[in-house]
């Protein structure tokens, strides 16, 4: 008989146990290139994210205080009526150019930024009589229809839509709820009321022209998953601008001494609003994918001190020995941080 040839159950096993080592290593190496793979797409999302906001948020604070910076009244609260909004109509907000609503324990804060757009070739007029009408000291040159205008006196402020230019004395424009025509359409004034918003009339004062589309934004940091800005004038609603922001945070730069420079940096309102020359904020960006590990130990940092951390859901932080899914030092972050110069509040030195 020919001898019978092949493989024992020996080699047959540790052929199996090698294939088996083999399998297992390609599956650790296909598992590691995963999830460096989603760690550096994350990451990349997050970058994006984080720098489109900043973009947008940055653009926004330059933009700040355009139609009003010198005005001898800046922080008067100023008395508004829309007409556009549903149940309560009337509300107020302070003529100041940009203003941190602070977020407590650390909580994100708001960024309340105003501006407006006006074409006329000047964007502040004095006005002897706030009554029915507005009366100019000099001309009215320039005042459009429908142009959104603050008046600010000795007794208060308040927001109203120019309805009329067309007085025979040249200095006057009505702010009453009559109709005006605009472009050949007929368009019923928004932001005007017969009552008097507690301003008290045949006062002098300042206009401030804010043009037909200003703009009061409130950007904020919603349930710490995104950055969303909401225009308080036209009542819209909020809308995303970057996700993945679970913080924001900024403070005023301020010139209390009169030297140009910025000597200050604080959280809270300033006393003067006329000293604010910078608003510098801090956006906490986290990506997307779990890590395994706690991949980062320490509260990232800003200029303005380390950001408070929660966990994802946003309770309170459970601690370094409680990882997971909910711990925050389980994913990456990216800080990005601008220092705003306000140039309508640095151009007061020259107004």
């Not at 008290?200 to 940091?221: F, K």
């Not at 951390?309 to 389980?330: A, E, I, K, Q």
Request: hydrophobic letters at 40%; a negative charge; one cysteine or more.
């Amino acid at each position: 008989m020919k001898p019978q040839r092949g493989f024992t159950l020996v080699e047959v096993l540790v052929g199996v146990t090698l294939a088996l080592i083999g399998m297992v290593v390609m599956f650790q190496v296909q598992d590691n290139w995963t999830r460096q793979k989603q760690s550096i797409s994350s990451g990349g999302d997050s970058h994006i994210a984080g720098t489109v906001a900043t973009f947008h948020l940055e653009r926004d604070l330059r933009n700040a205080g355009m139609g009003f910076g010198n005005s001898p009244r800046l922080g008067c609260s100023v008395l508004a009526f829309d007409n556009n909004r549903t149940g309560v109509k009337t509300f107020n907000f302070p003529l100041a150019p940009v203003r941190i609503i602070q977020g407590a324990g650390g909580a994100p804060d708001e960024i309340h930024v105003l501006y407006g757009n006006a074409e006329a070739p000047s964007s502040t007029y004095s006005v002897l009589s706030t009554d029915e009408t507005f009366t100019m000291l000099q001309s009215r040159g320039g005042l459009a229809l429908g142009e959104v205008v603050v008046v600010a006196t000795a007794v208060g402020c308040r927001l109203a839509e120019i309805s009329a230019n067309t007085n025979a004395d040249g200095q006057t424009v009505d702010h009453n709820t009559s109709a005006y025509t605009l472009g050949g359409v007929s368009i019923t004034p928004r932001y005007n009321t017969s009552a008097a918003l507690g301003v008290t009339p045949t006062t002098e004062g300042s206009m401030h022209i804010l043009g037909r589309a200003p703009q009061l934004n409130i950007w904020a940091v919603r349930a710490r998953t995104a950055l969303t800005k909401y225009n308080v004038l036209n009542a819209e609603s909020a809308g995303d601008i970057g996700d993945g922001v679970v913080n924001l945070q900024a403070q005023y730069g301020l010139d209390t001494n009169g030297d140009t420079m910025i000597d200050t940096w604080q959280d809270a309102d300033p006393g003067t609003w006329n000293q604010i020359r910078m608003l510098r904020f801090g956006l906490l960006v986290r990506g997307e994918a779990y890590e395994k590990e706690a991949v980062t130990t320490a509260n990232p940092a800003w200029s303005g001190g380390n950001f408070t951390m929660t966990n994802v859901d946003g309770t309170t932080d459970s601690g370094m020995t409680n990882l997971g899914v909910n711990n925050w030092r389980n994913y990456r972050y990216n800080v990005f941080e601008v220092s705003v110069p306000l140039r309508n509040m640095i151009w007061i030195n020259s107004w």
